[in-house]
């Protein structure tokens, strides 16, 4: 928290810099964006967090409904005036023990949890910022439908499958705040239009789902990298950027890392009003990033291998997993 704290300052300064410039024009297109993360994209371990899955739409630019245009009023006089648009989406979140095969899993590892949820967003782009901010409202517990998806997926790959989904967290309503704040800083151009770049992002989340606190970045080197803010991602993650997709062609490679301060995760602390399984969170999480996207027209393709650190305590490894999204503007 230390960290997050000495460094809003600086990030503060470019805030304020980025305000007092004049908008871009603004982005007509709708855009619509899946997201697939997975372990077994990465190493096909099958553990802890095994699968997410989201899909987002968002609407072109100062095209608002009235609740949200007074809100984005009420933001304009805190944050300066940007470009916004407004967006919907749902998802599904997993989680599982490393031993599948157990009736009564072991009670010192991850549970059993899945996350169905549905969400609102708020943008607000200006040149060389981005500002997030979501809703998220779902259901933890046996109606995410998380066990008969991952049964399902399993019988037809073939896989076998879990026994020890009774021992999940309970139902129970849940939802979540989330604001995340990304600047883009060009650091270089080089010949042949590449460019070199970073992406500084600050992330606070508080509700019954996650509350944490975060800080972390990308750097990015390729070409058209003033057309986007960074490929998306399902949180907890270093940033989650699904509009814009940049037009014409483009492509870019980067490295991103971030660390958050987690005051609660129903994943691992169990139901909040209600006996559940759980174990001991640790306080202090990191991300490592590498990955690639690349545009033409309107579609975006990238793909992202994230490396966390542990996220309880008595967990033998960091866990690795891979990141899948596809965006599409129109």
């Known amino acids: 928290m230390r960290s997050v704290a000495a460094a809003l300052p600086a990030l503060l300064l470019l805030a ?9 024009p603004p982005d007509r297109r709708g855009t619509v964006s899946v997201i697939s993360e997975n372990d077994s994209y990465a190493r096909n371990t099958d553990r802890w967090y095994t699968n997410g899955f989201r899909f987002n739409w968002t609407s072109a630019e100062d095209n608002l409904p ?10 304009a006089g805190l944050f300066g005036p940007a470009r916004s648009r407004w967006g919907l ?21 991850r549970p059993y949890a899945g996350y169905l949820y549905g969400e609102i967003n708020l943008d607000r782009r200006t040149w060389n910022t981005l500002d997030r901010f979501n809703l998220q409202i779902g ?18 790959l073939g896989d076998r499958q879990a026994r020890g989904w009774h021992y999940q967290l309970r139902d129970e309503p849940v939802f979540n705040l989330h604001y995340d704040r990304i600047w883009r800083v060009p650091v270089a151009a080089l010949p042949g239009g590449f460019g070199i770049d970073t992406l500084p992002t600050v992330t606070l989340a508080a509700g019954t789902v996650q509350t944490y606190a975060g800080i972390g970045g990308r750097i990015r080197i390729g070409q058209g990298l003033d057309r986007d803010f960074g490929a998306p991602r399902i949180r907890p993650t ?3 950027a699904p509009a814009p997709v940049g037009e014409g062609f483009g492509w870019y490679l980067f490295a991103g890392a971030g660390g958050r301060a987690v005051a609660r995760d129903i994943f691992l602390d169990g139901n909040t009003y209600r006996d559940s399984r759980s174990v001991d969170r640790r306080t202090f999480v990191g991300d490592l990033e590498l990955g690639g996207a690349v545009f033409w027209q309107n579609v975006r393709l990238s793909y992202t291998q994230d490396f966390r650190s542990k ?3 008595g967990q033998k490894k960091d866990f690795v997993f891979g990141a899948l999204s596809l965006s599409i503007s129109f």
């Open 89 to 109: 989406g749902f998802g599904q979140d997993m989680f599982t023990p490393v031993d599948k095969r157990l009736n009564n899993p072991d009670p010192r590892d």
């Open 16 to 24: 304020g810099a980025a305000a007092a410039q004049p908008l871009p």
């Open 238 to 240: 270093v940033s989650d």
């Open 139 to 156: 259901v933890v517990g046996p109606s995410s439908l998380a066990r008969p998806t991952q049964d399902v997926v399993h019988a037809i």
């Open 311 to 313: 996220e309880f305590v």
């Open 66 to 75: 009235g609740p949200l245009a007074s809100l984005d009023q009420a933001l």
